[in-house]
């Protein structure tokens, strides 16, 4: 299967403790997003990356969350010290750049704060 | 910054019934699509829209970018077609980024 992957599809940890998401999008596609979705929501744009450049960052997105794409492939999603506020899905998508086109979502990672 | 806004928030069928769900934005737009989210969370693509009709088995969408608004036609509805439906929009200079509206939710009973 060639989508967007992500990993790990659920993760449960204490409050104060450091995640990590990982994002692996479609092949060739050169922009990749983050988005967060919680209980009765629509998504909501974190971020988002071209290439290894990250371009654009919500509000949404305090300085307890960082986001890299190293290589232009991959993408990572730290929470450092999470708050039960951050439990949520963590969608990520990923586009193949052209001026307007179609975005593909993963199934993303379903966080819980205890 | 753009709003997105879907109707009926939640909608209840039998199945064999068919259906409509409406998206009207607030602005001009680049893109459009429509998103099934499935139980496990994932969005499903239905359609990438921008203007225009397209249909896709008993599925079909219309665009009327001129009037800011789309509608998700499902005809025949099963019970697999339970979940929620998404319209999400691109806005001129949006780098491809989506606004997505708060969704609608739909429940078809055998």
Not at chain 1, 101 to 107: P, Q
């Amino acid at each position: 299967d060639t989508g967007v992957s992500q990993d790990p599809r659920h993760k449960i940890t204490k409050r104060g403790q450091n995640v990590t998401f990982r994002c692996d999008p479609i092949s060739e596609h050169n922009r990749l997003y983050w988005y967060r979705q919680t209980l009765g929501q629509g998504p909501e744009f974190l971020t988002y990356f071209q290439n290894e450049a990250q371009l654009e960052k919500s509000r949404l997105l305090s300085d307890r969350f960082s986001a890299e794409r190293p290589k232009g492939s991959f993408s990572t999603l730290e929470i450092q010290r999470t708050e039960q506020g951050d439990s949520a899905m963590y969608l990520c998508a990923s586009s193949p750049g052209q001026a307007a086109g179609e975005l593909f979502f993963g199934e993303g990672s379903r966080l819980t704060v205890l | 910054g753009i709003q997105v806004e879907q109707s009926p928030p939640d909608l209840i069928l039998q199945e064999g019934a068919n259906s409509t769900l409406r998206c009207n934005f607030s602005d001009s737009v680049n893109n459009l699509q429509w998103f099934h989210q499935n139980p496990w969370g994932q969005l499903i693509n239905l359609f990438y829209i921008p203007s225009g009709t397209k249909q896709n088995g008993r599925l079909s969408a219309t665009t009327v970018a001129t009037e800011r608004y789309s509608l998700l036609y499902i005809s025949s509805s099963q019970t697999t077609d339970s979940g929620v439906y998404f319209c999400a929009v691109e806005y001129p200079g949006g780098y491809n980024k989506l606004i997505f509206g708060a969704g609608t939710r739909l429940a078809v009973h055998p």
